[in-house]
């Protein structure tokens, strides 16, 4: 298998052995300040809001007069405790955000290198089918003068330039698109494209490595348990306040009370027996609601894990489809061998010619195809953004790190 995947990769995939120069550094480029926007207003509500319970539930001062005669008796503050359990809770869920932030900040880098590299790859699809094109329309003009000096039929010139009109079609519509892939690349500073410096990541190593990674608990699962996490932390606070009041601690200065001043003195203290509470049918819904969001964690769990099957599944697909082409390739030759041998008949000439260009055609249709899927697998792993960054179109797997 792995011999006839490396004839694929020496014979038919000549005009992308290289990855470009511009092509690190476009995946270098800085990452904005709009794509970075929801973490970054997080990060700031973060440091410029506490989340921290007071020690003390309230402050309450009291003064007391007798009958209808003016002047204080009696002086009384008092001050409301609050549940520990409540300031652990908001602590906890303040260190709980402060950790996700940094994963939310990873998952943006994920996104913003998966659209980088479909870019890359759209730019190197559309570039290689250009050539392609360049290349059956030389082949074109080239049969349409044999047929002129050999004084072919009319019908096979007609044939001819009807293919030459389509591909000068095509060929203009693949201007425009490499166009529009060249704004987006340009916008980050990176004025072109050059796919000849590193070499490109064969098929066969590609799928050879597809093999190899373990794909279980990718980002969906971790923004499901991300979310699942809030949300018992949250159920916690509000479980916690539905107690906040614990009780309290009273002063109190009373001059009717005795004569000397330490007399006046007096203390209170007390306690808030949980017996009742009105937050109760409140707080078994939160719970009930945390149901769907366990269920929800699961589901991304087999949603994610049929994702990456489907996908390694077409690129199983692909990858037998290019072994085909290989063999086909290899008797494009012999027949080619065998007709300069015989007579150089012309219009066997033309038929072999056309194999060729839909061999080739298809071989870069279905090399695309596997590339823009290990690169879609890597992110749904949240492998495009582990550190060191790593260039997974090059063979090497060039590191390099955003500036």
Known sequence: ????????????????????????????????????????????????????????????????????????????????????????????????????????????????????????????????????????????????????????????????EESLTKLGLESIGLDHKIELVMSSVSSSGVRNLEWGSFDVIPIDTIWQRTREIEWSNGMLHDR???????????????????????????????LDRGDAPADHLGFQMGLTIPIFNSDKPQLERKKLALIDDEVELETSVSMEKERVDFMISEMETSYLQLMLLAKRSQKLNEYRQLNSAISGDLDTYIKLSELEYFIREKTLNYESAIRMNYIRLLHLKGKLAESPLINYLSADEVSFELK
């Open 1 to 160: 298998m792995k011999k006839w995947i490396l004839m694929i990769g020496l014979a038919l995939t000549s005009a992308l052995t290289s990855q470009g120069q511009g092509q690190l550094e476009y995946l270098s480029a800085p990452i904005t300040d709009g794509e970075y926007m929801i973490v970054q207003m997080t990060e700031d509500f973060l440091s410029d809001h506490k989340f921290g319970s007071p020690w003390l539930r309230d402050l309450d001062f009291r003064v007391r007069s007798s009958g209808s005669q003016i002047g204080v008796e009696e002086y009384r503050m008092r001050l409301g405790l609050i549940n520990p359990l409540e300031i652990k809770a908001n602590r906890d869920y303040k260190r709980l955000m402060d950790r996700q932030l940094g994963a939310e900040r990873l998952e943006v880098i994920n996104n913003v290198m998966l659209r980088r590299y479909e870019i890359l790859l759209e730019h190197a699809f559309l570039s290689r089918k250009k050539n392609l094109l360049e290349s059956r329309e030389n082949e074109l003009q080239k049969q349409s003068n044999l047929l002129l000096g050999a004084q072919g039929s009319l019908n096979d010139l007609i044939d001819v």
């Open 224 to 254: 499901a348990l991300r979310s699942l996490a809030q949300k018992e932390q949250l159920l916690k606070i509000d479980q916690a306040e539905a107690f906040s009041n614990i009780g309290f601690i009273q002063g109190e200065y009373d």
